[in-house]
């Protein structure tokens, strides 16, 4: 995998073993606005469906971050549940850890990724993400 800018002592790493499952079903079901409840067995299938990103501190190999992005690997992507633990915020890792996750999906030729936000915009948009130009031409089925 490729070198990210990430701070030093911090590691990415794709490989779903590594991950810190109990942490991540932690964070998200307890810590975040978008996924509150969502019970392990959900967030197990989605990890098992999805292409993951754990973020891990260096010394102690103590996974700190996550994302989740959703994708067919050849025209779309989704990406979601980006979570940064409380005591590692502030020291620029969502922002590394978005820059990682754009920097691999380039790879893949993808025509677009979309994200939603509540209040992370400047997180993504330090990255390259923007405002739909045209939203009006996009729907959903489900939570707004």
């Given at each position: 995998?490729?070198?990210?800018?990430?701070?030093?002592?911090?590691?990415?790493?794709?490989?779903?073993?590594?991950?810190?499952?109990?942490?991540?079903?932690?964070?998200?079901?307890?810590?975040?606005?978008?996924?509150?409840?969502?019970?392990?067995?959900?967030?197990?299938?989605?990890?098992?469906?999805?292409?993951?990103?754990?973020?891990?501190?260096?010394?102690?190999?103590?996974?700190?971050?996550y994302?989740?992005?959703?994708?067919?690997?050849?025209?779309?992507?989704?990406?979601?549940?980006?979570?940064?633990?409380?005591?590692?915020?502030?020291?620029?890792?969502?922002?590394?850890?978005?820059?990682?996750v754009?920097?691999?999906?380039?790879?893949?030729?993808?025509?677009?990724?979309?994200?939603?936000?509540?209040?992370?915009?400047?997180?993504?948009?330090?990255v390259?993400?923007?405002?739909?130009?045209?939203?009006?031409?996009?729907?959903?089925?489900?939570?707004?």
């Open positions: 995998m490729t070198n990210y800018a990430l701070p030093a002592g911090y590691a990415l790493s794709t490989d779903p073993s590594r991950l810190d499952r109990e942490a991540v079903h932690r964070w998200l079901s307890e810590e975040s606005y978008w996924a509150l409840g969502r019970p392990r067995a959900k967030q197990d299938t989605a990890i098992d469906a999805s292409l993951n990103f754990g973020l891990y501190e260096e010394g102690s190999g103590a996974q700190v971050g994302a989740r992005v959703v994708t067919d690997r050849a025209t779309f992507a989704w990406l979601c549940d980006v979570f940064i633990a409380e005591p590692a915020r502030g020291r620029g890792l969502g922002t590394a850890l978005t820059a990682a754009r920097d691999e999906l380039a790879g893949l030729g993808l025509r677009r990724v979309l994200l939603a936000t509540r209040d992370a915009h400047e997180v993504y948009a330090k390259g993400f923007a405002p739909m130009a045209l939203p009006e031409k996009w729907m959903i089925l489900g939570e707004q």
